[in-house]
């Protein structure tokens, strides 16, 4: 924005710097020149106010691209908000019929978001030790072999096809 007020600022300084070269009957060759960086800067003037209207109008559209992106994530959210609690409160049931303590329960929801054992060990302010051996525990109580088949028991209905 800057340099196209510039090249404004230039052209009409050429502008009048013409006019007054003229009255003053300099030579023509000088006119010339002056009448020569008028048509640059001007042309540099056009050009820089192409691309801050090419500019302007991608940032038009990646807006608007952002709201539909916004308002598609908000409609999925809202539409799969009871989905997400009925599975929860199904995950929560299981996790009471294998037994799990509340400390458990935890370190599972994470393990089942993906979080690592340092993560979630830096999440609960614990040892990354404690949280393998609670996982440990989950996997036991669970009767699965490690976080993947954790996380298969409840994702492997919830993902499968209709007819599978």
């Given at each position: 924005?800057?340099?196209?007020?510039?090249?404004?600022?230039?052209?009409?300084?050429?502008?009048?710097?013409?006019?007054?070269?003229?009255?003053?009957?300099?030579?023509f060759?000088?006119?010339?020149?002056?009448?020569?960086?008028?048509?640059?800067?001007?042309?540099?003037?056009?050009?820089?106010?192409?691309?801050?209207?090419?500019?302007?109008?991608?940032?038009?559209?990646?807006?608007?691209?952002?709201?539909?992106?916004?308002?598609?994530?908000?409609?999925?959210?809202?539409?799969?908000?009871?989905?997400?609690?009925?599975?929860?409160?199904?995950?929560?049931?299981?996790?009471?019929?294998?037994?799990?303590?509340p400390?458990?329960?935890?370190?599972?929801?994470?393990?089942?978001?993906?979080l690592?054992?340092?993560?979630?060990?830096?999440?609960?302010?614990t040892?990354?030790?404690?949280?393998?051996?609670?996982?440990?525990?989950?996997?036991?109580?669970?009767?699965?072999?490690?976080?993947?088949?954790?996380?298969?028991?409840?994702?492997?209905?919830?993902v499968?096809?209709?007819?599978s």
């Amino acid at each position: 924005m800057l340099s196209l007020v510039l090249y404004l600022v230039f052209s009409i300084s050429f502008v009048v710097d013409i006019f007054f070269d003229l009255n003053e009957k300099v030579a023509f060759e000088h006119v010339l020149h002056e009448f020569l960086l008028l048509t640059l800067s001007l042309s540099a003037a056009i050009y820089q106010t192409i691309l801050l209207s090419r500019q302007k109008k991608k940032i038009v559209e990646v807006q608007e691209q952002l709201v539909e992106t916004t308002n598609s994530y908000l409609s999925w959210k809202a539409k799969s908000r009871h989905s997400a609690q009925q599975i929860r409160q199904a995950i929560d049931l299981q996790f009471d019929e294998w037994g799990l303590s509340p400390s458990e329960k935890d370190v599972a929801l994470f393990l089942i978001k993906g979080l690592s054992m340092k993560e979630i060990a830096h999440i609960r302010e614990t040892q990354d030790k404690t949280v393998r051996q609670q996982a440990t525990q989950i996997y036991k109580k669970a009767d699965v072999s490690g976080r993947q088949e954790l996380s298969a028991f409840f994702l492997e209905d919830i993902v499968a096809t209709p007819d599978s």
